[in-house]
Nanobody, 125 residues
Framework: QIQLVESGGGLVQPGGSLRLSCAAS????????MNWFRQAPGKEREFVAE????????YYADSVKDRFTISRDNAENTLYLQLNSPKPEDTAVYYC??????????????????WGQGTQVTVSS
């Protein structure tokens, strides 16, 4: 079973930048499609970004497209999410998740094999 641990969250100003990391252990991350989700207070967990096992294909939620970038380093067993020009509405707990399939953007929350514990991102001046 793969285990996931996120890091890199914190306070960032609107228009700034922040990079989240997700370290995998237990099984190689290379066999999984990887995803980022987020959950704001009082809201349901929502899809943010998806990356195929090789890293060749990515999908993004419309709300973060052209601002966030998902990437992965399979040799280091690490997933990343680069947040550029974040907005206050991006404030949430961010979770990485491993999936057995590449859903091409139609990613079901209940389709994940494993979840990290989450890292808080707060966008505020």
């Amino acid at each position: 079973q793969i285990q996931l641990v996120e890091s890199g969250g914190g306070l960032v100003q609107p228009g700034g930048s922040l990079r989240l990391s997700c370290a995998a252990s237990g099984r190689t991350m290379a066999t999984y499609t990887m995803n980022w989700f987020r959950q704001a207070p009082g809201k349901e967990r929502e899809f943010v970004a998806e990356i195929s096992s090789s890293g060749a294909n990515t999908y993004y939620a419309d709300s973060v497209k052209d601002r966030f970038t998902i990437s992965r380093d399979n040799a280091e067993n690490t997933l990343y999410l680069q947040l550029n020009s974040p907005k206050p509405e991006d404030t949430a707990v961010y979770y990485c998740a491993a999936a057995p399939f590449f859903y091409r953007g139609a990613v079901p929350v209940d389709g994940m094999t494993a979840w990290g514990q989450g890292t808080q991102v707060t966008v505020s001046s």
